[in-house]
């Protein structure tokens, strides 16, 4: 079935630092790729999305490409901010003709605190 | 416009008593899926409702748990006799389906506390 794989955590940066988040998927066809967000206390959130092969994501400066050659979405953001520090999940959504059409399989999730 | 909406956001009960969540999906959104989160824990699939396919029940931890959905509005899921281990905040979401391809919606959860 599909699988998501998220880079271990918990990732501890300093305000500024570049951040990458890394995400490898395993799925039949090209399915749906997803970043979501969680702040502290709250629900989960979109962040970007890609449906296609060499699409990027992109918003509140974080990017992501979905790269089929390597089944990976990593995140990226040039620059963190305090503000940044959440959980982050990777997810992927089976496209028609799948066998897993429609379905969300999110990956483990990756803490970010970053630090002033 | 609104977004996916649960209730009760916050429900405390007693070990072996049921429990009935509720989630108002965006309206047009033809699917539906349930996620369970530990504390501290990453998102458990429980299940998925397509338009008016059979839905994927395939992540139920056991058979204390069911959900209904009517048509594509309101869905329901209940957990009978709940044990401390279902103590958990319960996710929705809803999405259109374009293309052949969905985008999740997240609600708020609910968050269920079993003494």
């Known amino acids: 079935g599909d699988s998501v794989t998220q880079m271990e955590g918990p990732v501890t940066l300093s305000e500024e630092a570049f951040l990458t988040i890394n995400c490898t998927y395993t799925a039949t066809g090209y399915p749906s790729l997803f970043w979501y967000v969680q702040y502290p206390g709250e629900g989960l959130q979109l962040l970007l999305k890609a449906t296609k092969a060499d699409d990027k994501g992109s918003n509140k400066g974080f990017e992501a490409t979905y790269r089929k050659e390597t089944t990976s979405f990593h995140l990226e953001k040039g620059s963190v901010q305090v503000s940044d520090s959440a959980v982050y999940f990777c997810?992927?959504?089976?496209?028609?003709?799948?066998?897993?059409?429609?379905?969300?399989?999110f990956g483990q999730g990756t803490i970010l605190t970053v630090h002033p | 416009g609104a977004g996916v909406s649960q209730s009760p956001s916050n429900k405390v009960t007693e070990k072996g008593k049921d429990v009935e969540l509720r989630c108002d999906p965006i309206s047009g959104h033809t699917a539906l899926y349930w996620y369970r989160q530990r504390l501290g824990q990453g998102l458990e699939f429980l299940i998925y409702f397509q338009g008016n396919s059979a839905p994927d029940k395939s992540g139920l931890p056991s058979d204390r748990f069911s959900a209904e959905r009517t048509g594509e509005s309101v869905s329901t899921l209940t957990i009978q006799r709940t044990q401390q281990e279902d103590s958990a905040v319960y996710l929705c979401?809803?999405?259109?389906?374009?293309?052949?391809?969905?985008?999740?919606?997240f609600g708020p959860g609910t968050r269920l506390l079993v003494l």
């Open positions: 979401a809803s999405s259109l389906v374009r293309g052949g391809r969905v985008f999740p919606d």
């Open positions: 997810a992927l959504a089976g496209n028609a003709g799948g066998t897993s059409y429609g379905k969300l399989t």
